[in-house]
């Protein structure tokens, strides 16, 4: 008889089919690389930057943590400008996913006392108009404030939003952490004579003071705003000489760009000593003690405005800066040979080009470069930090006095012509004797208190290309598969042709045996019943009704379907071949798309998942 099936138990199979099949395999397969192109990748690039893994500060100390990030220059109009859509928009899209999730995952596993940017957070910064200026090239005029507005809030999103989403105290800055990215680059405001003011109003309006300094680790961190100090002694493109610095007019009609910086480097030293006294005060928690000895109106008057108690306020305390290493931060690179060696994690060839053109220069020139050694003390710099060049260089330079380290920082963005950003970690430990500091005498400056590593992120362009290595092994698969699979009809037609048309007797006795001997014995009880005196049995009972019949074919009740009630006594094999004859047929090009789908749209929604969450 024929076994009843649940309902349920065919959709079981064919769904235990599916999952085992080759496309499910793929399937399995892309999440897997999409998992480690979109999140795993980075996460492993920036595990192997981790403080303790690199730095060797002894047992007992507790070091200042600080991560420099270099040339994002969010992608606009600007960067690409005869990429057609919607080419544009997705390098846009891909270029803001990979500095969100880089700079993330930095945060989320480094948590850095101090976050600084070097410069050049936009491409057209610089393009974009206000309300009293515009662009200088015609096909940039009509984006103004509003599109830098828009671009403004682009980058908050990715940084200042992230940064914000983490602890705001960490052990070395109980104050809380910072962040600061008002060191201007040439792509936001500029360079030098082709700067406008307005433009530069505007950056200093939303990022800070263009020119600070920031007591950071016990160390005396410098943000100057070279891409305006260049101004003072622009190299001429066409000639390549320089001549600005020699009070010729073209150095007196951009005085109004570079005198504030100018005079930002010849005030630097008592700059820098307020805020090493402030530091001390605040960070080191040291108290005046010569305001313990004064009588409360004494110091009433001491700390009143001269002007309005005539009493001339005391010159403030002497403080030994020495004990606060400088650290310059510069957009633009310090003078060097153009065959010094950048060393070997460089990229883009052995060395920075002397090179210079619209709105650019590699390198600051001779005269501005001594200016800035000049008033900072060399013997007091521990290290320069710059931007511009997108690629990695360490040199030490000879052209001043004593041999100062400069780095320059790669660019975070994978959009800058390079396969393989990053960033740099600086680790500081400077123990500081406050009394001897703030007692004014001369100290030499410790060495030693700077470490440095290079933190490499992820290459954007080869996870593209692992996509692209998977999606033709994908194709190729499916391809192979969908030449080996045999159309369902080809196979129903052969079986039609090999069985036979008409009903055939079939010995069911070893099959059916159980089923025949009940039968018999049925038969028996039957004759016994029926039988006469005589012992004959009636013609009535002799003969078996077809339900009987052992050999009459499948047995027959209630429960089976219509489909198997219309097979007029054929063999199952013929009349399932019929059936399949007049359905249409699967060729393998269609098989093909439909595994293909069938690993697609997975995949495809994963993918739009990973993209979605950032």
């Known amino acids: 008889m024929k076994a009843n099936v649940a309902p349920g138990s065919h959709a ?22 999409l998992f480690w192109g979109e999140r795993l990748v ?11 893994q690199w730095e060797s500060w002894p047992t007992h100390a507790h070091p200042h943590h600080v991560l420099l990030v270099a040339d994002p220059q969010l992608v606009d109009p600007h960067t690409y400008p005869g990429r057609p859509w919607p080419l544009s928009s997705l390098t846009v899209l891909y270029t803001d ?14 948590r850095p006392d101090a976050t600084l940017f070097l410069g050049d957070l936009f491409d057209g910064g610089r393009e974009w108009g206000t309300t009293k200026s515009s662009s200088p090239e015609q096909r940039y005029k009509k984006y103004g404030t509003d599109f830098w507005l828009k671009e403004y809030i682009r980058f908050s999103n990715i940084f200042i939003r992230t940064w914000l989403k983490y602890p705001v105290t960490t052990a070395a800055e109980p104050a809380g952490r910072r962040i600061m990215a008002s060191l201007p680059g040439n792509h936001d405001m500029g360079f030098a004579a082709g700067i406008q003011a307005p433009v530069k109003e505007r950056f200093d309006a939303y990022f800070g003071p263009l020119n600070r300094i920031d007591i950071i680790g016990n160390h005396s961190f410098v943000h100057l705003d070279t891409v305006s100090l260049s101004a003072m002694d622009q190299v001429d493109p066409e000639t390549g000489s320089s001549g600005a610095g020699d009070g010729s007019a073209a150095a007196t009609a ?117 200016d800035i050694i000049k008033h900072l003390t060399a013997e007091e710099l521990a290290m320069i930090y710059s931007g ?54 001369s100290l030499s400056t410790p060495r030693d208190t700077v470490q440095n590593r290079l933190c490499l992120l992820p290459d954007q362009l080869g996870i593209f290309i692992r996509y692209g290595e998977a999606l033709c092994l994908t194709l190729v698969v499916l391809l192979v598969y969908a030449a080996r699979y045999v159309p369902s009809t080809a196979v129903d037609i052969q079986r039609a042709k090999s069985a036979p048309l008409l009903p055939m007797f079939r010995d069911h006795r070893d099959s059916h045996t159980s089923q025949t001997s009940s039968i018999h014995n049925h038969d028996q009880r039957l004759s016994t019943r029926k039988t006469g005196s005589s012992g004959h049995v009636s013609s009535s009972s002799r003969t078996p009704s077809p339900s009987n019949l052992p050999f009459a074919g499948k047995h027959r009740d209630h429960h089976q379907s219509a489909e198997d009630d219309d097979d007029w006594g054929m063999p199952r094999d013929a009349a399932t071949s019929v059936a399949f004859t007049s359905r249409r047929p699967v060729s393998r090009l269609s098989f093909f798309g439909r595994s293909l789908w069938r690993v697609a749209w997975p995949v495809g929604l994963f993918y739009v998942c990973l993209i979605w969450n950032g």
């Not at 079981?12 to 690389?33: D, E, T, Y």
């Not at 595990?47 to 303790?52: E, I, P």
């Open 12 to 33: 079981l199979a064919r769904l235990k089919r599916r999952l085992w099949s080759l496309p499910s395999a793929l399937v399995l397969l892309w999440i897997f690389i």
């Open 42 to 52: 980075f996460q492993q690039s920036v595990a192997q930057c981790r403080w303790q």
């Open 97 to 110: 996913l990979y500095l969100q999730r880089a700079y993330r995952v930095l945060q989320e596993q480094l």
């Open 254 to 370: 951009s005085s109004k760009i570079w005198k504030p910086v100018e005079d930002f480097l010849v005030e630097v030293k008592n700059t820098r000593a307020k805020a090493i006294l402030h530091a001390c005060e605040t960070q080191l928690n040291w108290r005046n003690p010569v305001q313990h000895l004064l009588r409360p109106e004494v110091e009433r008057a001491a700390t009143s405005e001269p002007a309005q108690t005539g009493v001339v306020s005391t010159p403030p305390l002497q403080v030994s800066s020495s004990q606060f290493p400088t650290i310059v931060l510069s957009h633009i690179p310090l003078y060097r040979s153009g065959t010094a060696s950048c060393g070997p994690m460089r990229e883009r060839g052995p060395a920075i080009p002397l090179q210079a053109g619209y709105q650019y220069q590699n390198v600051l020139t001779p005269l501005i470069s001594q």
């Open 388 to 441: 511009d060049d997108h690629d990695y260089c360490e040199i030490e330079h000879n052209e001043f006095t004593g041999r100062t380290k400069e780095i320059t920082v790669k660019s975070v963005s994978w959009a800058m012509g390079i396969r393989i950003p990053g960033v740099q970690l600086v680790s500081l430990w400077n123990p500081v004797d406050v009394e001897k500091t703030m007692s004014g005498t």
